[in-house]
């Protein structure tokens, strides 16, 4: 069966000094590879990331640098997409 290949992006972003402001640090696009049609979140487990989605809409999910994501470490290459 095909993949859902829902889409999503993943923001990080740091902190910038003797400021309360963050900023963009990485940006890596998500796709679902779970099966066409699947219940529950969307995953991508190349990047180890979960998100809810509707069809026809392209999330955004925002991460702290540090913070570490719910499903282990992400294989995070800004290249490799």
Known sequence: MP?????AVLIITQQVVDTSTS???DRYQLRCDLEAG???PH????????????EGQYTTLLRHEGERPPFGEPDLDPHSD
């Open 3 to 7: 993949a859902c290949e829902h889409p």
């Open 43 to 54: 995953h991508d487990s190349r990047h180890h990331e979960s998100w809810e989605g509707t």
């Open 38 to 40: 699947h219940s529950g």
């Open 23 to 25: 900023v963009a640090r």
